[in-house]
């Protein structure tokens, strides 16, 4: 593992505002290039860990994201309205068919 711009800012640090990081592509890998932090600049272990920190909670969310994907595919107020004047419930229908292909974890 190395250096990540993730690890960074679950430490509560912005690229550009607190660090900028670089990889020379010579194989050695990503460095900070200049800290500009007022704040101890941390240690590697410090930001490898608190990378793993984020994968958890980005892996976490995966449900979330794939369900916001299909949310946005429903053209939602339409089919509010569809059901209201149809007295169907296709609306629900399907945000519950969305909910049961991605349960929360």
Known sequence: MSITVN????LGYEPIVD???QDDSDGSGVYIKSWISGDAQPTVSA??????EWQA???????ARLRKAKYDLLNQDEMRYDDLVN???TWRDGIAAIK???PKP
Do not use: M
Not at 7 to 10: D, Y
Not at 47 to 52: F, K, L
Not at 57 to 63: E, I, L, P, S
């Open 57 to 63: 909670v980005y892996d976490g969310q995966a449900y």
């Open 87 to 89: 007295n169907t419930t």
């Open 47 to 52: 930001i490898e860990a608190a990378e793993v």
């Open 7 to 10: 690890g960074l800012r679950q």
């Open 19 to 21: 660090f900028t990081l």
């Open 100 to 102: 049961a292909a991605h």
